[in-house]
């Protein structure tokens, strides 16, 4: 009886191995239910703060059994360096911008979602000045290192100048429309809504924007790779979403 009870004991003890096992095999070692991903004010990702207003994110992250929280973020640059520091799963960005705080951070991501080819929503503009050849000597005020300072390279080289030729003046795109309403400042290279804003100021001129290089900037809904791969129903909501 005493050999009967061990072997039975050890069939339990060894089938429940088994159990464990498999759930350990099926279930991602980080997998976890609840997710943020954040936005900022660019024309192209507005749609989020649509989505997660009207519930349509709610939906489909019920349909898969877990909360994604959709947080605004008022500064661009700011909302990537909180999701390259990890208080955040995704994060609306360009390609370039990918390419350069979250990888130099040492964060492996993946562009989820392409929402647009900026076509013009990107643009340089001038107080008092008609011509992308007047911005000569001028101080230029953008989100330094963002796409903002990647156009105006591009811009710059159109016409046989470079960055030697101008001075950046670091700016956020929170303070931007603001800044341009002062005297001081006299050139701007941003993105929309605030570039319609701002080209709707008197004495205002878009002298250069994303039209003339197009599909080079691709503005994205990114997210954490490894997070991706250990929770692919975060994906799945996100893009049916």
Not at 165 to 191: F, Q
Request: contains cysteine.
């Amino acid at each position: 009886m005493k050999k009967t009870h061990r072997r039975n004991l050890r069939s339990k003890l060894a089938f429940i191995f088994i159990l464990l096992a498999a759930f350990a095999i099926s279930t991602p070692l980080y997998a976890k239910d609840s997710f943020k991903v954040c936005w900022s004010i660019y024309v192209g990702w507005m749609p989020w703060d649509y989505g997660a207003k009207e519930g349509i994110v709610k939906k489909w992250a019920d349909k898969y059994g877990i909360t994604i929280d959709v947080v605004q973020i008022n500064d661009y640059i700011e909302s990537i360096n909180q999701y390259t520091a990890g208080a955040f799963d995704g994060c609306t960005m360009t390609n370039m911008d990918a390419l350069t705080i979250p990888a130099a951070g040492g964060v492996d991501s993946t562009a989820l979602i392409v929402g647009d080819f900026s076509n013009g929503n990107d643009g340089i503009v001038l107080k008092g000045k008609s011509s992308l050849k007047d911005i000569k000597a001028q101080k230029v005020n953008l989100v330094e290192l963002s796409v903002s300072h990647y156009l105006l390279a591009r811009a710059l080289d159109s016409v046989k100048m470079s960055e030697k030729d101008i001075t950046v003046v670091n700016t956020s795109d929170a303070d931007m429309v603001a800044a341009y309403s002062t005297p001081d400042v006299t050139s701007v290279v941003t993105w929309n809504p605030l570039l319609s804003e701002i080209t709707g100021m008197p004495n205002s001129t878009k002298v250069f924007d994303s039209s003339k290089i197009p599909g080079e900037i691709i503005d994205l809904m990114v997210v954490n790779t490894k997070t991706l791969k250990d929770n692919p129903k975060f994906g799945k909501a996100l893009t049916a979403a």
